[in-house]
């Protein structure tokens, strides 16, 4: 790679306070500040500062106050439950994010919006303004647990929590983190979850084909920006999402990707690591990978209309 201009300071009047802001969230910066107070030539006091000023979105995709925001988030989630949610003697609480419920019936079907509460007893639906519990479940009545994908009335593809109960009843969740709340209900209800439906079996999760860090050329009213998160790749569907993002950003059926090819030029990873994935209904996602020739050959593969040409 050949050496690069090294950065200098410039001016420029149409720069707003606005702009300032928008590059350090977006982007950040680092400043490196050497200073040495001296009187009368004699040096008296130094100052050596290294700081990193940035967006928390910017901060956590670079794996950076990690711990203070989980702790956080964490904090303040138990302190909502602990008023919003009466608890029963003895009953602690593992987990609450806001979600819903999706009411079915022979007048109203639709979602209803709350926030789902899963203590070590219970699975609970509870909307606060008028106070009232959505749905509930004991955890002990629970035989089932899968995430399903629902199309929303845009046509965004949502992952959705489908609970089964002894009796054979199926209730539909939407979580803003609807794999953990799968991954935490599956834990807490281990022991207790049959392994077929009286309506037939109910398969596991896929395995991933990969995963991994993934960069996502996300479409923004600003423009298009690369963002780092997480992607999940099964032989049904492609799903990325950011660290700080309330539910998936991208989720790509693989019977939609027409094709993957590598772009030429720079990406966030380095000079050739931009994939452009086809796809059916969109047009093109632009992703770009630190193996980028792993990612294309496995997207490729997962694809039956990329390896039919």
Not at 93 to 100: K, L
Request: aromatic share 4%; proline share 7%; with cysteine.
């Amino acid at each position: 790679m050949a050496d690069r201009p090294p950065m200098r300071p410039t001016r420029d009047p149409r720069v707003t306070l606005d702009d300032l802001v928008e590059v350090l969230l977006n982007k950040g910066a680092v400043l490196h500040l050497d200073l040495i107070v001296a009187v009368a030539d004699i040096p008296l006091i130094g100052v050596s500062i290294r700081a990193a000023v940035a967006g928390m979105e910017t901060m956590l995709e670079y794996g950076m106050m990690r711990h203070w925001d989980e702790a956080t988030r964490a904090w303040a989630e138990r302190s909502v439950t602990r008023r919003a949610l009466e608890l029963r003697e003895g009953e602690g609480v593992i987990r609450t994010m806001s979600g819903g419920h999706l009411l079915t019936g022979d007048v109203y079907k639709g979602w209803r919006p709350g926030t789902v509460h899963l203590t070590d007893q219970r699975l609970v639906v509870l909307r606060d303004e008028p106070r009232e519990i959505l749905w509930q479940t004991e955890l002990t009545a629970v035989r089932a647990v899968r995430l399903v994908p629902e199309r929303t009335v845009g046509g965004e593809e949502r992952l959705r929590v489908e609970v089964t109960s002894a009796d054979g009843g199926r209730e539909l969740l939407s979580a803003r983190e609807p794999e953990e709340l799968h991954d935490l209900l599956t834990r807490a209800c281990a022991g207790r979850l049959a392994p077929a439906l009286p309506r037939g079996p109910v398969p596991d999760e896929e395995p991933p084909l990969a995963q991994g860090h993934l960069w996502f050329w996300e479409p923004r009213r600003a423009g298009p920006l690369w963002r780092g998160g997480q992607a999940r790749l099964t032989a049904d569907r492609l799903v990325w999402k950011s660290p700080v993002d309330s539910g998936p950003a991208l989720v790509l059926s693989t019977a939609d990707i027409t094709g993957v090819r590598r772009l030429p030029g720079y990406g966030p990873a380095g000079e050739g690591s931009v994939l452009a994935v086809g796809t059916a209904a969109d047009g093109e996602v632009r992703l770009a990978a630190d193996d980028p020739d792993a990612w294309e050959q496995r997207l490729n593969a997962a694809s039956p209309m990329a390896a039919v040409g």
